[in-house]
């Protein structure tokens, strides 16, 4: 085993940040955090700064963070077997007592697996002793289907970090040895162990059950509840904490403003999976602002729907007034009244992200978002007059119902946009774009639509070709046409099973060549990403209970064919009242 090492350039590193912590690792928990992509990424990544926080504010636990090197750097390290190590002591990932992942998107579950390897820890969880470290894998992905990483997971923490880091903590010091250890969890809630837990498969091969196994303590509890904050009331908002030129968002300040969405949108898995809606104190996200102003000028508000915070135009008029710049991680269209577009625009933004998602009301309707091409087209009047030059927008092709008089619609929608950009920047000289991107739908577990085939791949490609056709030639007009293929690997990691598991290892050691890896593995991929799951009694994503019942998404599902919107007046005036997550 070669013992190359530069603790050079993890000083390099650390010189270059603001905020990281440092602790001696005598006589504590040692945790190694891991984002299973390149640093420039992970910094960047409000759910890795927010479990670092957290788990080094135990005066008892010391967590130190690690990412996949960059691609030259990661040739030679594995061509070398060279140890990964973390930043903050240069201590190889094999000599902490957990691997902790911390995973968001799809594409990275093939890392997870480089950086196993690449700490010399065996990438199935059957094959570790207890000298080997814990690895728990958490993030978004992991609560909406763990399923396909289950089998390199010792542990999968499922649901919100505030919650799970101190149950976690205190379970481990409570268990006496490994085995220990995963029986206590297995009685915790949001905690998921899938080795005390076996599949039983019916001959269609869909599955018939998830079998609990008990070891050496009370059988552990099916399905698996999700572990969620109550209340943000009494907390800081989770907020950028490390500063660092060297990431893609440079020295911004991160803030989660809100955590929800009271919208519904029938395709959205965050949508459903992050309720109930709760709003952060302003006091506590401007105090975070104030003291943060040294190290960043400009502000990004992280929330699935801001305008569902009470208080959002005085934390954006406060804002302001610090002097930062303001960029929302996302509106929803009803986020968009006059004061807040001034209040945007006043500090210094030039461009808004919109997703009207289709062109046409009617299939709004179908997937559940609550705004009309008219409303939609006021609101261009308003984004563009109050002096924003740029528009991006997100469609979708490949949904219930979908015609070609939809696809029309975007076209049409599109037109009218742009339309209203002209009229408003041409007079005064400064006209800018309206970039278009459009992707096929990926049905999401714990959605109204977890239950439908993804489109076929013929189809897709016809309707991607029929925008192509219908959007040429529009000036100041860009569309992005996502790529079919891309998004069948995507729906075949979201949907599948413990048995994409090989393909994964496969797709690892080729490079990510999927249709090699998904055939090396003799696994029909087709059977996940193309088939109606309607009549399946168990779904995979079934370990785990998100909150909401079968009975409401296939509720939401039947109202998606018939078009109806899913909406009931309250005392806030016109808010959808939510079903109650526990």
Not at 120 to 139: F, M, N
Not at 321 to 330: D, F, H, K, L, V
Request: charged share 25%.
């Amino acid at each position: 085993m070669a013992k190359t090492r530069d603790p050079g350039r993890s000083q390099h590193t650390l010189a270059r940040e603001v905020g990281y912590v440092r602790k001696p690792h005598q006589n504590r928990l040692r945790v190694a955090l891991v984002f299973p992509n390149t640093y420039y990424v992970g910094m960047s990544n409000l759910g890795l700064q927010t479990t670092y926080t957290l788990f080094n504010a135990h005066a008892d636990v010391v967590c130190e963070r690690a990412f996949l090197p960059p691609k030259q750097e990661l040739a030679a390290a594995l061509a070398s077997r060279r140890r990964l190590r973390t930043i903050e002591s240069d201590t190889p990932l094999h000599e902490f007592d957990v691997i902790a992942f911390s995973v968001s998107f799809e594409w990275d579950y093939t890392n997870v697996l480089t950086i196993l390897r690449l700490a010399g820890v065996p990438l199935y969880a059957e094959e570790r002793t207890p000298g080997h470290p814990l690895v728990l894998i958490g993030g978004a992905v992991t609560f909406v289907n763990p399923e396909p990483l289950a089998p390199f997971a010792d542990v999968i923490a499922a649901g919100e970090g505030e919650v799970l880091v101190p149950a976690l903590i205190d379970t481990m010091s409570a268990a006496t040895s490994r085995t220990d250890l995963l029986d206590r969890l297995t009685a915790v809630r949001g905690f998921y162990v899938p080795s005390r837990y076996d599949v039983r498969y019916g001959p269609e091969g869909t599955i018939a059950a998830f079998v609990p196994r008990a070891s050496g303590g009370a059988e552990p509890p099916f399905p698996v509840r999700k572990a969620a904050l109550r209340a943000t009331d009494t907390i800081d908002p989770p907020a950028t904490r490390i500063f660092t030129p060297d990431t893609e968002f440079g020295s911004r300040l991160l803030i989660e403003v809100v955590r929800g969405c009271a919208n519904l949108c029938r395709f959205c898995w965050a949508g459903y999976n992050y309720l109930p809606v709760r709003a952060f104190p302003m006091d506590r996200i401007l105090e975070v602002a104030r003291l943060n102003r040294g190290h960043a000028d400009r502000v990004g508000l992280v929330s699935i729907a801001l305008c569902d915070h009470p208080e959002i135009e005085r934390i954006l008029a406060n804002l302001g007034e610090m002097g930062y710049s303001i960029s929302p991680a996302s509106l929803r269209l009803d986020d968009l009244t006059a004061p807040i577009v001034r209040l945007l625009r006043a500090s210094g933004e030039r461009s808004i992200t919109i997703a009207p998602e289709t062109g046409s009301d009617r299939l709004r309707r179908v997937i559940n978002k609550t705004m009309t091409n008219e409303e939609i087209l006021e609101k261009a009047d308003l984004i563009f007059r109050e002096g924003f030059e740029n528009l991006k927008l997100y469609f979708m092709v490949g949904l219930p119902t979908e015609t070609d008089d939809d696809l029309v619609a975007i076209r049409d929608l599109t037109v009218q946009l742009r339309e209203r950009m002209l009229a408003h920047g041409r007079p005064r000289g400064q006209v800018g774009r309206i970039v278009a991107s459009v992707n096929p739908l990926v049905p999401k577990p714990g959605t109204a639509f977890q239950w439908l085939p993804m489109e076929a791949s013929a189809a897709i490609e016809r309707k991607m070709a029929r925008l192509r056709e219908l959007t040429t030639g529009l000036d100041n007009v860009y569309f992005t046409l996502k790529s079919e293929r891309h998004s069948f690997y995507q729906a075949l990691l979201s949907l599948g099973d413990r048995r994409v598991a090989p393909a994964i290892v496969l797709a690892e050691q080729n490079g990510g060549q999927w249709r090699r890896a998904v055939a090396d593995a003799g696994l029909d991929a087709d059977f996940y990403v193309f088939r109606d799951r309607s009549k399946d009694a168990v779904l995979p994503w079934d370990i785990i209970d998100g909150g909401l019942k079968t009975a409401f998404y296939r509720a939401e599902f039947d109202k998606s064919l018939r078009a109806e919107w899913t909406e009931a007046p309250n005392a806030d005036g016109g808010r959808r009242l939510l079903p109650v997550v526990p």
